[in-house]
């Protein structure tokens, strides 16, 4: 995923405000005391989008199309 970004510098605004959006509210309170979301959340986020169990990562181009997609929103 990082590779298929790095090519899209225009992406790279929206990637961050996305992955700000994931960080759960009061992260510092909970171990490991790092800002990323729950791993179930996750799971059920790539199930939901590309099918399957979700055990695997989503693939690049899906992620850039949904960069791209979140780009046209408000």
Do not use: I, K
């Amino acid at each position: 995923m990082v590779a298929a970004l790095v090519r899209r510098p225009d992406l790279y605004r929206v990637a961050v405000r996305q992955g700000g959006r994931l960080v759960p509210n009061r992260w510092w309170t909970h171990r490991p005391f790092l800002p990323v979301p729950p791993r179930e959340y996750l799971r059920f986020r790539v199930m939901t989008a590309a099918g399957g169990d979700g055990s695997g990562p989503p693939a690049a181009a899906d992620v850039v199309s949904y960069l791209e997609w979140c780009r046209t929103q408000p």
